[in-house]
């Protein structure tokens, strides 16, 4: 009960203060996981890393290593549950950052080696985003598509503004909470285009195949059908999440308008473009950390003993709290 109160007070995200899903000792484990994460540093801190690793249990970055596309066949060795044919170009993996209805502002740190998830700090404080009448935190499971990346050194031609030089984010719109570190497949419905401070930052709109009402949605349309208001709402909460900190009210491109399935699509694989050029060292990446173990030809390509030399560098120890347990996500058939 304390936990609960607890991430009622501050927002923080799941995997840090509540120990959901933890894999040793507090329920069954459950076959077939993809992916696993590692918790280092204390949960709500600065020091606070959330680490992933492969179904053999090796380190791997979320960022770069984690197909973008839901493979019909395998992943990571595994066989996967074929979508219909008619969606299975639809189907892409989506990394939750941010559980629903809380205000901890978890991302992928993108110019960390293997890019574990961590709470944003600025201004040397921990970030929290404001609640924005009647809600409560972020109104979806908030997160990203892997191997995608907006490169703010290329101006989008829709847009006409630079990228905002991280991964696409994603709102899933399930009926689910999920959790910090989930991997998840999901299907694409529409994208909204913001302009935060004269960046294109790409908002996806998708749901979690897994959902019990997933087989309702197939485009934008069917999110005003059959979850009316929701659309708006997701409009206002951009416009405003950052005005309580002092800040002009968002912008958007095509006034504000969903753009639709087929239009998301393309701007995930103009992303995925980038990010490839990014992972090749055909691109300036700045302080982009693009270490990886997967990626065959990319130069930035690293062994698993120089993965896990990086992670002990990082933090020298486990999260006491948790002993060092692992989190098991991405279940076949979840």
Same mark, same amino acid.
């Given at each position: 009960?304390?936990?609960?109160?607890?991430?009622?007070?501050?927002?923080?995200?799941?995997?840090?203060?509540?120990?959901?899903?933890?894999?040793?000792?507090?329920?069954?484990?459950?076959?077939?996981?993809?992916?696993?994460?590692?918790?280092?540093?204390? %949960?709500?801190?600065?020091?606070?890393?959330?680490?992933?690793?492969?179904?053999?249990?090796?380190?791997?970055?979320?960022?770069?290593?984690?197909?973008?596309?839901?493979?019909?066949?395998?992943?990571?060795?595994?066989?996967?549950?074929?979508?219909?044919?008619?969606?299975?170009?639809?189907?892409?993996?989506?990394?939750?950052?941010?559980?629903?209805?809380?205000?901890?502002?978890?991302?992928?740190?993108?110019?960390?080696?293997?890019?574990?998830?961590?709470?944003?700090?600025?201004?040397?404080?921990?970030?929290?985003?404001?609640?924005?009448?009647?809600?409560?935190?972020?109104?979806?499971?908030?997160?990203?598509?892997?191997?995608?990346?907006?490169?703010?050194?290329?101006?989008?031609?829709?847009?006409?503004?630079?990228?905002?030089?991280?991964?696409?984010?994603?709102?899933?719109?399930?009926?689910?909470?999920?959790?910090?570190?989930?991997?998840?497949?999901?299907?694409?419905?529409?994208?909204?285009?913001?302009?935060?401070?004269?960046?294109?930052?790409?908002?996806?709109?998708?749901?979690?195949?897994?959902?019990?009402?997933?087989?309702?949605?197939?485009?934008?349309?069917?999110?005003?059908?059959?979850? %009316?208001?929701?659309?708006?709402?997701?409009?206002?909460?951009?416009?405003?999440?950052?005005?309580?900190?002092?800040?002009?009210?968002?912008?958007?491109?095509?006034?504000?308008?969903?753009?639709?399935?087929?239009?998301?699509?393309?701007?995930?694989?103009?992303?995925?473009?980038?990010?490839?050029?990014?992972?090749?060292?055909k691109c300036n990446g700045g302080a982009i950390n693009c270490t990886?173990?997967?990626?065959?030809?990319?130069?930035?390509?690293?062994?698993?003993?120089?993965?896990?030399?990086?992670?002990?560098?990082?933090?020298?120890? %486990?999260?006491?709290?948790?002993?060092?347990?692992?989190?098991?996500?991405?279940?076949?058939?979840?």
């Amino acid at each position: 009960m304390s936990a609960l109160l607890r991430l009622l007070r501050t927002g923080a995200p799941a995997a840090a203060c509540l120990r959901l899903g933890t894999s040793a000792g507090t329920g069954p484990r459950r076959a077939m996981a993809l992916y696993h994460t590692e918790e280092r540093g204390q %949960p709500c801190s600065q020091n606070y890393r959330l680490f992933f690793k492969d179904v053999t249990g090796h380190y791997i970055s979320p960022f770069h290593d984690i197909p973008l596309k839901v493979n019909s066949k395998e992943e990571n060795g595994i066989p996967t549950k074929k979508a219909r044919n008619d969606e299975y170009e639809n189907l892409f993996n989506m990394i939750v950052e941010i559980p629903r209805w809380t205000n901890a502002k978890m991302e992928i740190a993108t110019e960390e080696p293997l890019n574990p998830i961590k709470q944003y700090v600025k201004d040397g404080k921990l970030r929290y985003v404001a609640n924005i009448f009647p809600y409560k935190g972020y109104i979806w499971n908030y997160g990203t598509l892997p191997q995608t990346w907006e490169d703010p050194r290329e101006k989008d031609k829709s847009t006409n503004c630079f990228g905002d030089n991280d991964p696409i984010d994603v709102c899933e719109i399930g009926s689910k909470i999920l959790s910090c570190g989930e991997v998840i497949h999901v299907k694409i419905l529409g994208i909204l285009a913001l302009i935060d401070e004269g960046e294109t930052d790409w908002k996806l709109i998708a749901i979690n195949v897994n959902d019990p009402e997933a087989s309702k949605f197939h485009d934008i349309d069917d999110v005003e059908k059959f979850k %009316p208001g929701y659309l708006e709402a997701t409009l206002n909460w951009f416009r405003l999440y950052k005005v309580p900190d002092g800040k002009p009210e968002n912008q958007f491109a095509f006034n504000g308008e969903f753009k639709n399935k087929a239009f998301a699509l393309e701007v995930i694989k103009s992303t995925h473009q980038c990010w490839k050029a990014l992972l090749m060292k055909k691109c300036n990446g700045g302080a982009i950390n693009c270490t990886n173990l997967q990626i065959s030809d990319s130069p930035f390509r690293c062994t698993q003993e120089e993965a896990r030399s990086l992670v002990e560098s990082v933090l020298s120890s %486990p999260n006491k709290e948790s002993n060092g347990e692992e989190q098991v996500w991405h279940f076949l058939g979840k």
